[in-house]
């Protein structure tokens, strides 16, 4: 990430509130909306984001900062795109953990991988909360539009923390809300109108889902306090980048050397 675009937050002892809990779901309500919205959930995430996911997934993985022969986890994979793009990057030497609580959306993971002959992802079912990784296990790890969803956000830092190197990296990908202007009126008219529009006719059973997705935006910490967040996880070094305008930020923690 280049410099001027970095933006670098202070550690703050003080907690970050939610936002909105409007936007919270217990994890087994948000298991099956996962399990269920698994078909339909690549086609939407392109016309939510005019195909640019797939960029965004990119910078991710090359914040990551792993080539060949790296061992990288990706958590909250759901249908694995980000995993995909890692194993192209560590090469056939290399390893990819993908790690989701959603067995449907694993499902459309696996199928991914075998029509791409990426055979280095070992896909595996798992809380992110309580990650089924030994410590110390991967060079780096990340987590793409997915943290949001779960029930603690500092507590699966931690986890991250803990199965990552000393000196490797742990990086999160997450949509965020623009502050103001013109982006931020058409952001709330989309995300909060079009979207559960669009995943109505996409799929009927979908809507509940991208009703709730707005919702989940809403209450998630902005990005200086996601990284005060990853302050407290333990990691270090922490900055962040936002991306089409401000709508998705990207933020790169260094786990410390012991």
């Known amino acids: 990430m280049s410099d001027e675009l970095e933006r670098r937050p202070e550690p703050d002892p003080r907690p970050v509130p939610a936002r909105d809990d409007r936007g919270t779901l217990p994890p087994e309500r948000v298991r099956a909306m996962f399990d269920r919205i698994a078909r339909p ?4 995430n392109r016309l939510m984001t005019a195909g640019l996911d797939q960029q965004w997934r990119r910078l991710a993985a090359d914040a990551a900062g792993v080539g060949a022969g790296a061992s990288v ?9 980000l995993s995909l793009e890692l194993a192209r990057r560590v090469g056939p030497s290399g390893e990819v953990i ?4 959603s067995e449907g959306m694993l499902e459309r993971a696996r199928a991914k991988a075998a029509a791409a002959g990426l055979e280095q992802i070992e896909w595996i079912v798992g809380d992110a909360l309580a990650l089924p990784v030994p410590t110390n296990r991967v060079a ?8 949001r969803n779960v029930a603690d956000y500092e507590t699966a830092f931690r986890e991250l923390v803990r199965v990552v190197r000393p000196g490797g990296t742990v990086v999160c990908l997450e949509i965020t809300t623009p502050d103001e202007g013109i982006l931020a009126t058409f952001y709330k008219v989309w995300f909060d109108g079009l979207v559960p529009a669009v995943g109505r006719l996409v799929d009927r059973d979908a809507t509940s889902a991208y009703s709730y997705l707005p919702a989940s935006v809403r209450r998630f910490p902005d990005p200086p306090q996601l990284g005060e967040v990853m302050y407290r996880a333990g990691l270090e070094k922490v900055r962040f980048r936002t991306l089409a305008g401000g709508i998705v930020a990207l933020h790169v923690g260094q786990v410390p050397r012991r």
């Open 41 to 44: 959930y690549d086609t939407m």
């Open 73 to 81: 986890l990706d958590a909250c994979c759901g249908t694995g795109d």
């Open 98 to 101: 993908g790690v989701d609580f």
């Open 140 to 147: 780096a790890a990340t987590v793409a539009f997915g943290i």
